[in-house]
């Protein structure tokens, strides 16, 4: 067996994972979470996220957030629209995510828009956001299947892609939103886009709805993929898909890839010091069979 031997970890779950959480969890433990998991050695990170207070309220000290973020790693804001950009641009943060949903159900549910009336309006944005040396991740949800309008044909996927892929952006994070994706279907498209978009970052985003974000993980390895979006203790889950659990965790994915000899860059103690601060002010508890087993036995 031949794979990589280093991949990138992009940890959501200070914006991904707490989004979905009614409790506002004060910012002061949101900060310290963050500079745990830069100690634990994450060097790209989804910080918080500029939508609206009134939808998501957990996201409303995205300024405070985004102004105190770690300046030495990566630290990603995502913006659903004109309004959420001009938000951003009160900072000096340079690093953003847009995200538009493949299917129009889950596009018109998530931001009320059609997946062709969001791209409309993001294309100009990003052109510009480029004219200023921004970094662009590009969020494509229900890449596989959406909660709404059931399986998306991986043409459609590919086609969005190849429209962010045309406007600039720099990296596409796909995702299998509701975590119905199999191992097959992953190797498929992840092998397609690898083909397709050889010059652009490519990152898979992996629900644990089924329990099948590890495998998919291993078989989009096999594809070629070294980055992956995951979130410590497996927090998380999209309030706009139904039935969709928390993203992969990050601890179950950094045990796995280090024992096949992938090298993460990841602490697995520093990382469990991470989620022993976000732990006690979540409504649920950890779901990473790692952390809840024992987060010291390696």
């Not at 892609?161 to 975590?179: K, Q, R």
């Not at 970052?201 to 992996?206: G, K, N």
Request: hydrophobic content about 40%; some cysteine; proline content about 4%.
């Amino acid at each position: 067996m031949s794979l990589q031997e280093k991949v990138t970890i992009i940890e959501v779950s200070p914006r991904d994972g707490l989004q979905n959480e009614d409790i506002f969890i004060d910012t002061r433990i949101k900060k310290e979470f963050i500079r745990n998991l830069v100690l634990a050695g994450i060097r790209e990170m989804e910080i918080t996220s500029f939508v609206s207070p009134k939808w998501v309220p957990q996201m409303k000290d995205a300024f405070s957030i985004a102004t105190s973020r770690p300046r030495e790693i990566r630290s990603i804001a995502l913006v659903p629209n004109r309004k959420g950009i001009e938000r951003l641009l009160e900072t000096d943060c340079k690093d953003i995510a847009v995200f538009v949903g493949v299917s129009d159900g889950f596009n018109q549910k998530n931001i009320n828009k059609s997946t062709r009336d969001s791209m409309e309006e993001l294309i100009p944005i990003i052109a510009d956001l480029k004219a200023n040396d921004f970094f662009i991740r590009a969020c494509i949800s229900t890449a596989f299947y959406c909660p709404y309008d059931g399986k998306v044909a991986a043409e459609h996927t590919l086609k969005l892609c190849l429209e962010f892929a045309e406007a600039g952006v720099d990296e596409l994070s796909v995702a299998d939103t509701i975590g119905m994706a199999t191992p097959a279907e992953s190797f498929l498209l992840f092998s397609k886009l690898k083909k397709e978009f050889p010059s652009i970052l490519l990152t898979a985003h992996f629900h644990d709805t089924r329990k099948m974000a590890l495998a998919n993980i291993y078989a989009v390895l096999q594809a070629g993929i070294t980055r992956f979006d995951t979130s410590a203790g497996g927090i998380g889950g999209c309030p706009f898909a139904p039935g969709a659990s928390g993203n992969v965790a990050t601890e179950d994915v950094v045990y796995m890839l280090e024992r096949m000899g992938i090298d993460t860059g990841i602490d697995l103690d520093k990382l469990a010091d991470a989620i022993d601060v976000i732990a006690p002010h979540l409504s649920r508890k950890m779901e990473s069979g790692f952390y809840r087993l024992s987060k010291r036995k390696f």
